[in-house]
Antibody, heavy 122, light 108 residues
Framework: EVQLVESGGTLVQPGRSLRLSCEAS????????MHWVRQAPGKGLEWVSG????????GYADSVKGRVTISRDNAKNSLYLQMNSLRGEDTALYFC???????????????WGQGTVVSVSS | SYVLTQPPSVSVAPGKTARVICGGN??????VHWYQQKPGQAPVLVIY???DRPSGIPERFSGSNSGNTATLTISRVEAGDEADYYC???????????FGGGTTLTVL
């Protein structure tokens, strides 16, 4: 079964750091680009970051650039999101999503995890 | 940065046709993808590359893209189609993935 399972979300104080993980199964992880997409409570989808199949191409939304680092370990079928200097506006459900190809650009996302909740509050 | 505009809501009677629009400057020059998200669930890709349907998505779902508007069309609407629908593109100028604000489809 094709599956993405996120973990690492929790309640964290403003200014602190957090690392999200996404474990993939059921497909050749190293063939595909991967992305993080978040959804604040009651709001729409917001793209956070994406990484190509070989980590050669990486992109970040302006809202997180400089505070977030995306990475992947193809040997472990895993995607990561290191989040630093967290703010209240980072509070959201964070999804990892698989692109339909190895390029992180033009393709849609055909597999999504169920998400992990990040709550930033003092 | 590139902006995608969707109406907040669309209502349709069962059995009728629903059209969800997604506006963007010269959007016909981009590839548009559409997602369905039901409450408490992850999004599901229903249309990719403007008009292609992933396996498992009913033929009732179709898409088009022309000028400044992309359209998701749902024919013979069913109660189970009630959901939020999001359009998405990749903006090569900013190298960003962009989502529309989402449209809530209500089946009357």
């Amino acid at each position: 079964e094709v599956q993405l399972v996120e973990s690492g979300g929790t309640l964290v104080q403003p200014g602190r750091s957090l690392r999200l993980s996404c474990e993939a199964s059921g497909f050749n992880f190293d063939d595909y680009a991967m992305h993080w997409v978040r959804q604040a409570p009651g709001k729409g989808l917001e793209w956070v970051s994406g990484i190509s199949w070989n980590s050669g191409s990486i992109g970040y939304a302006d809202s997180v650039k400089g505070r977030v680092t995306i990475s992947r370990d193809n040997a472990k079928n895993s995607l990561y999101l290191q989040m630093n200097s967290l703010r209240g506006e980072d509070t959201a459900l964070y999804f990892c999503a698989k692109a339909r190809s190895g390029s992180r650009g033009i393709d849609g996302f055909d597999i999504w995890g169920q998400g992990t909740v990040v709550s930033v509050s003092s | 940065s590139y902006v995608l505009t969707q109406p907040p809501s669309v209502s349709v009677a069962p059995g009728k046709t629903a059209r969800v629009i997604c506006g963007g400057n010269n959007i016909e020059g981009k590839s548009v993808h559409w997602y369905q998200q039901k409450p408490g669930q992850a999004p599901v890709l229903v249309i990719y590359y403007d008009s292609d349907r992933p396996s498992g998505i009913p033929e009732r779902f179709s898409g088009s893209n022309s000028g400044n508007t992309a359209t998701l069309t749902i024919s013979r609407v069913e109660a189970g189609d009630e959901a939020d629908y999001y359009c998405q593109v990749w903006d090569s100028s900013s190298d960003h993935v962009v989502f529309g604000g989402g449209t809530t489809l209500t089946v009357l």
